[in-house]
């Protein structure tokens, strides 16, 4: 099974900043890594997917980049909409895993 | 508009059964994998099976396998999970999800599955 391993497990930014989410893998996973985000008491939203990839009506604010085992995630200019929690999901395998998951909170 | 909405979540008991079902609308079902994920109250994601568009394979995680049956009906738009034996350690908001274009979504809103004495 392919570990899945995001940090940090939470942030804290002003609005405007940049952020930025790291998620680590336990073997090569082809690019095959998406990035949700998950408001409270909703269900998650794919954001970007197959490593880079915005999905369609997504703020361009959010990138993300990554090979092999070592994938990032950031959003630039951070604003009060962007509070929630952040999980990168690797699908090469089955079983399919997420990292821990990044909360993120307003300053 | 795609839309998935789930339904069946409630409270059962250790070792009791329940269904969930999961109706997709607005777009060809059957050129479509679909999930189901869940999440225990204040914990992370977790993968709990997925079904091949023809409905011919299924795949489980540990967690769930020998327990948990998916299925679907092509005819009607429906994804179902039967869950069987459950644990308190079940209890959780269970999502039902479309595999596109590489990514996972739209996700349903979820249905919250309650296994307690």
């Known amino acids: 099974d392919i570990q899945v391993t995001q940090s940090p497990s939470s942030l804290s930014a002003s609005i405007g900043d940049r952020v930025t989410i790291t998620c680590q893998v336990s073997q090569a996973v082809t690019n095959y890594i998406n990035w949700y985000q998950q408001k409270p008491g909703k269900a998650p939203q794919v954001l970007i997917y197959?490593?880079?990839n915005l999905e369609d009506g997504v703020s361009s604010r959010f990138s993300a980049s990554g090979s092999e085992t070592l994938y990032t995630f950031s959003i630039s200019n951070v604003q009060p909409e962007d509070i929630g929690t952040y999980y990168c999901?690797?699908?090469?395998?089955?079983?399919?895993?997420f990292g821990q998951g990044t909360r993120l909170e307003i300053k | 508009e795609v839309q998935i909405l789930d339904s069946g979540g409630g409270f059962v008991r250790p070792g009791g059964s329940r269904r969930l079902s999961c109706a997709a609308s607005?777009?060809?079902?059957?050129?479509?994998?679909m999930n189901w994920f869940r999440q225990a109250p204040n914990k992370g994601l977790e993968w709990v099976s997925t079904i091949s568009k023809a409905g011919d394979q299924t795949f489980y995680a540990d967690s769930v396998k020998g327990r948990f049956i998916m299925s679907r009906d092509n005819s009607n738009n429906m994804v179902y999970l039967r869950l069987s034996a459950l644990r308190v350690e079940d209890t959780a908001t269970y999502f039902c999800?479309?595999?596109?274009?590489?990514?996972?979504?739209?996700w349903s809103q979820g249905t919250l599955v309650t296994v307690s004495s």
């Open positions: 999800s479309r595999t596109g274009h590489g990514a996972y979504g739209p």
């Open positions: 197959e490593t880079s």
């Open positions: 999901q690797q699908y090469k395998t089955v079983p399919i895993s």
């Open positions: 607005g777009f060809i079902f059957n050129y479509y994998a």
